[in-house]
């Protein structure tokens, strides 16, 4: 059986895994084909050694990373270090993650950036399912200007 991995950071303001999860059990094949293993650590900078475990010691075929970064610059260069960080376990490990990031600066109101949280993480969710088990549903959508988490830009004119 496949594993999934999700990996949260406890900074987050909305709790993203758990709508990524609630996607993935929806998907065929939950519990037949694939389960989910479920990690959080504390901040952004962990993520990237937490998707590294998940893979080697847990099996896990892909692994969605989660995190929000607050609007401070600070925080804006964590998760630009955790960026890195994970793009370095992809590589070591031949593995993909797939990065949910959501900034605190994205929008104003606490209930759209509430929202932004949840379709990102239910939309790269999905995704991560496609990559694994159907990835002509991502081809199909290539060249589209599918956002996660936002309305879609759609494509540009020929």
Known sequence: MDHIGVVDTMFARVDMAAEAMDELRSCDGYGSKFEVVHRTVPGF???????????????????????????????????????????????????????????????????KLAEICRQRARKHARNAYWLLYDPDQLAQRAGQGIRQGAADAGPLPA
């Open 45 to 111: 900078k962990d993520l990237g050694v937490e998707c590294k475990r998940l893979i080697d010691l847990h099996g896990c075929n892909m692994v969605i990373a989660i995190g929000m970064a607050g609007s401070a610059p600070v925080d804006q260069i964590c998760a630009h270090e955790a960026s890195q960080a994970i793009m370095l376990a992809q590589l070591l490990t031949n593995t993909h993650v797939l990065e949910v990031f959501v900034y605190e600066n994205e929008a104003d109101d606490p209930s």
